[in-house]
């Protein structure tokens, strides 16, 4: 198991549902990320906050929420999603997350995959 | 154009031969590049990282850079089944190392 722990693993929710996942990295990163992988689809990156301050957000739409109360947690609200938000969601840390030039590693959690009917 | 292309497979390999996986990227100016492996349900997980021109080799693996021509690739030697899984290209933008961009992946089969 990796340092980046994602809860829950698997997730079902109706279209009016209300629910959060978690994310925590105990590898002692300044950088957080929310990734989507949808199948047959590349990696996409959803958000990035780097020493708890949102530095990305690309293009999500408003029925993701996410929140980043220190740099260890990460979540992501969920509301009113789509079947097509089913995929999995991916949760990951680096040392840092801003400045050109920094090797930056990002490791990765094992992932919520998100189901919506 | 995709910013970061791979063929998505599956590459078949008898165990033992080498595995060749190949990227290619758009953007001239990216500076850090991995690969990372995604077994099947799994998240992906770092094999290797390059920065500079030319090969880095850890283990049975071997990265190799050129930025000239915009490609990176990754050798696996002796390759085992247990190789078999998705294998990931990012490549870090070019105004931060931070933001990277995945390719689509490639399929590896490793047959027994």
């Known amino acids: 198991e990796t340092g980046v722990t994602q809860t829950p693993r698997h997730l079902v929710m109706g279209m009016t549902n209300k629910k959060s996942l978690k994310c925590e990295q105990h590898l002692g990163h300044n950088a957080m990320y929310w990734y989507k992988q949808s199948a047959k689809k590349p990696l996409e990156l959803m958000f990035v906050?780097?020493?708890?301050?949102?530095?990305e957000n690309n293009s999500v739409p408003s029925r993701f929420s996410p929140e980043c109360p220190n740099s260890s947690h990460l979540f992501l609200h969920l509301h009113t999603l789509q079947p097509e938000d089913s995929a999995l969601y991916l949760c990951?840390?680096?040392?840092?997350?801003?400045?050109?030039?920094?090797?930056?590693?990002?490791?990765f959690g094992a992932g919520t995959r998100l189901s919506v009917l | 154009q995709k910013e970061v292309e791979q063929n998505s497979g599956p590459l078949s390999v008898p165990e033992g031969a080498i595995a060749s996986l190949n990227c290619t990227y758009s953007?001239?100016?990216?500076?850090?590049f991995f690969w990372y492996r995604q077994y099947s349900g799994k998240s992906p997980e770092l094999i290797m990282s390059?920065?500079?021109?030319g090969d880095k080799e850890d283990g049975r693996f071997t990265a190799q850079l050129n930025k000239a021509s915009q490609y990176v690739s990754l050798l696996i030697r002796d390759s085992q089944p247990s190789d078999s899984a998705t294998y990931l290209c990012a490549v870090s933008g070019r105004d931060s190392s931070y933001k990277l961009i995945f390719g689509s992946g490639t399929r590896l089969l490793v047959r027994p």
């Open positions: 990951a840390s680096s040392q840092e997350g801003a400045g050109a030039g920094a090797k930056n590693i990002q490791y």
């Open positions: 390059i920065y500079s021109n």
């Open positions: 906050y780097n020493f708890k301050e949102q530095t």
């Open positions: 953007d001239r100016g990216s500076q850090s």
